[in-house]
């Protein structure tokens, strides 16, 4: 049976109902497609996808063109979950305008149901003007990658009390600007269930321990896809880049080798047919 559509308000009312909600990456159709299938109630196109699909060291140069271009490949196979598209750097901490015109084009171009972006009390006015705008928007906190080298690299974030309070303020503040889900990235487990307890909208956790209101991973990560690096907060499932790897090598050695392809990757042609051809080229 097809997934029903999930809505905004089925994520907000996850929280209220104590369900827990299931998020994950997908950067194309065919993760799409997967995502679909089984059935999770949210689907990121994230601008991790510079990392993990285009090879680059970090989310920084990935451009409004790169997320338009594969939010629209993962909603042709992406109907049931609720899809998030990513702002990348710099399409919204230039102005609130472009903020503004940069999230409608993810909507209007792309095809994502809402927005994310990251900040927290800083971006607050942001946030506000996008949701006025009618564009609903997930925020994101803790370790955002996009500004990780602010903030010292890709690492746990609300290590003291002090930076812990802050987090709990951008959770707050963001909140209060009109979010209607948190991502919360990296930080202790109990600062997680503190952020969770301490706002209405749902927060879901990548690295922020078990008692908040959903997770998140990286599919290429979660599955084993993609192993450059493997966050400590990631559970690989299952690694499917061996499999892979050793597919590629065997057809290798049978391309090399003559046994690939055999009569049963072939067509055939009948005997006349050939005859015929052979004496009209002269074989």
Do not use: W
């Amino acid at each position: 049976m097809e997934q029903q559509k999930v809505t905004i308000q089925d994520v907000i009312k996850a929280k209220a109902e104590g369900r827990k909600l299931v998020m994950v990456t997908a950067y194309d159709y065919p993760f799409g497609l997967m995502a679909d299938e089984a059935g999770v109630d949210i689907v990121l196109v994230g601008d991790s996808l510079g990392m993990v699909v285009m090879g680059l060291e970090g989310t920084v140069e990935v451009t409004m063109e790169h997320m338009i271009h594969h939010i629209k490949a993962v909603i042709r196979g992406c109907r049931g979950p609720l899809v998030v598209g990513d702002m990348p750097f710099m399409s919204y901490n230039t102005s609130i305008r472009d903020a503004i015109i940069n999230a409608g084009r993810l909507l209007k171009e792309g095809g994502c149901d809402v927005v994310k972006l990251e900040g927290g009390v800083d971006f607050a006015p942001t946030i506000h003007a996008v949701v006025k705008a009618g564009i609903p928007v997930q925020g994101h906190i803790g370790l955002t990658p996009q500004t990780a080298s602010a903030l010292g690299g890709f690492k746990m974030q609300g290590r003291d009390a002090a930076a812990a309070k802050k987090i709990i303020d951008d959770a707050k503040a963001i909140e209060d600007a009109g979010v209607f889900s948190i991502i919360l990235e990296a930080v202790p487990a109990p600062l997680g269930k503190l952020v969770a307890d301490s706002v209405h909208v749902p927060v879901i956790g990548i690295g922020a321990g078990p008692d908040v209101d959903g997770q998140v991973l990286v599919t290429h990560d979660m599955i084993g896809l993609f192993d450059k690096f493997v966050p400590k907060f990631v559970k690989q499932y299952t690694r499917v880049r061996p499999i892979i790897m050793d597919a590629i090598k065997a057809y290798g050695k049978e391309v090399r080798e003559g046994a690939f392809p055999g009569p049963e990757n072939s067509f055939k042609m009948s005997g006349e047919a050939l005859s015929q051809l052979k004496q009209m080229i002269g074989k």
